[in-house]
């Protein structure tokens, strides 16, 4: 009979390892899985009960909030603020930064989430997820949260990850020490690790990009594009297609296949000059993740985890995925860099 590890035996042998562990972590962590079980819950029979559709509001991205979305935002910010180990949080739902209540334990961590990624497939049945990042408080705890607390950089994170929510529910992450991946067993209702060590394959396969953009983008995305769809590139014959719109489903897949996602930016909307992926909540865990899997993310000019937030909701283009597939992408838009610089 297989060794069964649970996701809280893995990270308390993990914290063994962490001098100066105090248990905080752990903590946080079972409120975030217990929030992927009740989320789950609620995914599996949504079709069942008032959860699809849209609540009526419209979010700080401009966006018509999903009723199974807003659902999963309070559902996190409810459990995760009584964790006792957090002093701030951040939702892409959100305007702003949500201190956690003085009424409640608080302690140094930070958790900046995307509630229910994929939201254009909630309501059709198609896989969706929901991405973390965490961060240790930097400024004084005994004086105010101060925006730089929760405003660091990609490569500050302490963990990231995803819940994946599909033909089973799975939660990935990484604390730095590798990428680990737990499916939850509902018949025992807990997350087991099934996939330990993930590891993406240097040279991927696919590509994933909504092509429905493409007369929007610069002169360099449609070479990399190209690149990708030409029998003359690394593999000798096009890389296949795969695109399912939501970021977690398409990321996870190339991390086990191996490919890039690409998320560029493009001329649809002036007030989206640099892409439609949020930094903070959506790119930064995934590039820690996939950087951990041994990967690359950029936004073709920097490494996606060395880019300094300068706000909350800003956005980036998302170039995330294989080694060498990465490399190309990099290598194309630094040509071009050269070129005009001469
Ligand atoms: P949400 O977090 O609002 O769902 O937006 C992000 C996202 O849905 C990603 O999951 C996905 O990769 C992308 O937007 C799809 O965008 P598009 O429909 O423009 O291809």
């Known amino acids: 009979m297989p060794q069964q590890v649970t996701v809280t035996e893995h990270i308390l042998l993990h914290q063994k390892m962490v001098p100066g562990a105090t248990g905080q972590f752990t903590r946080l962590f079972n409120e975030l899985v217990l929030s992927a ?45 009584r964790s006792g180990v957090l002093c701030a949080m951040a939702s892409e739902e959100n305007a702003d930064i ?53 405003l660091q950089k990609g490569s500050e994170q302490v963990a990231a990850g995803y819940i994946l929510y599909g033909s089973s529910t799975m939660l990935v992450f990484t604390s730095g020490d590798g990428v680990h991946g737990f499916t939850l067993d509902p018949s025992v209702g807990e997350f ?9 394959p240097e040279q991927g396969k696919i590509y994933s990009v909504n ?14 594009l190209d690149y990708f769809k030409s029998p003359k590139n690394a593999l000798h014959k096009p890389y296949s297609g795969r695109y399912i719109g939501s970021l977690v489903a398409d990321i996870h897949r190339n991390l086990l296949y191996g490919g890039i996602f690409m998320y ?79």
């Not at 092509?211 to 990399?224: L, N, S, V």
């Not at 909350?312 to 283009?317: E, G, K, S, T």
């Open 211 to 224: 092509e429905g953009y493409e007369r929007y983008w610069d002169r360099d995305t449609k070479k990399a």
């Open 264 to 342: 560029p930016a493009d001329l649809r909307d002036p007030k989206k000059p640099t892409g439609k992926l949020r930094l903070t909540c959506e790119c930064n865990p995934m590039a820690f993740i996939v950087e951990q899997a041994g990967g690359l993310a950029t936004d073709g000019a920097n490494r996606i985890l060395d880019i300094e937030p300068d706000h909350l909701h800003q956005r980036v283009p998302f170039f995330c995925g294989s080694l060498n597939d990465v490399r190309v992408v990099q290598d194309i838009f630094n040509a071009e860099r050269r070129k005009k610089s001469r």
């Open 98 to 150: 949500i201190e956690v209540p003085e009424s409640l334990p608080r302690g140094d961590y930070i958790i900046i989430f995307d509630p229910l990624d994929g939201s254009s497939n909630i309501d059709v049945n198609v896989n969706i997820g929901t991405i973390f990042s965490i961060l240790k408080r930097k400024s004084d705890p005994q004086g105010p949260l101060m925006s730089s607390d929760v």
């Open 37 to 81: 079980k009740i989320i789950t819950r609620a995914v599996t029979k949504a079709g069942l009960v008032d959860i699809l559709g849209f609540t009526g509001d419209v979010n700080i991205q401009g966006e018509e909030v999903k009723k199974l979305d807003d659902y999963a935002n309070r559902i996190l910010i409810h459990r995760l603020a």
């Open 192 to 200: 087991l690790l099934s996939h330990p060590n993930i590891r993406i």
